[in-house]
């Protein structure tokens, strides 16, 4: 039994003919039944990798965590936090350290929103 599909990739727009082929039993509807089960299966790895392609884009931009690169310091000795992505500061130091974070939420989302 073969079974041939018209694949398009919803994500490139490649067209390519998948040609599935089973010939284990005599039983034709058994064989139809697996060509499918088959044509899934590559269908599935196909989204699989694409999948995974796109988590790997995503880890590699992410910057190492290294000297330096911190966001936010911690400043005691001044009474102040400031992100240094945003140049947000206070002078609640009690309260960001007891997870009073918004504004510096909103300061990065006010600041990054249109990338």
Same mark, same amino acid.
């Given at each position: ?12 727009? *490649?067209? *390519?003919? @998948?040609?599935?082929?089973?010939? *284990?039993?005599?039983? &034709? ?5 697996? /060509? ?5 299966? @590559?269908?599935?790895? +196909?989204?699989? &990798?694409?999948?995974?392609?796109? &988590? ?6 992410? +910057? +190492? ?5 911190? @966001? ?9 936090? +400031? ?5 947000? &500061? ?12 918004? *504004?510096?939420?909103? /300061? ?8």
């Amino acid at each position: 039994m073969r079974v041939r599909y018209q694949y398009k990739d919803p994500y490139t727009g *490649e067209e *390519e003919e @998948i040609l599935v082929e089973n010939t *284990e039993t005599r039983d &034709q509807p058994k064989n139809r039944e697996n /060509a499918l089960r088959n044509l899934k299966s @590559i269908l599935y790895n +196909k989204e699989l &990798q694409h999948r995974q392609e796109e &988590q790997r884009k995503i880890e590699d931009s992410k +910057k +190492k965590i290294e000297w330096g690169s911190q @966001i936010r310091s911690y400043v005691f000795d001044d009474r102040r936090v +400031k992100d240094h992505r945003t140049n947000h &500061q206070t002078s609640d130091v009690g309260g960001v350290m007891d997870g009073d974070i918004d *504004e510096f939420i909103k /300061a990065y989302l006010m600041e990054f929103s249109d990338q």
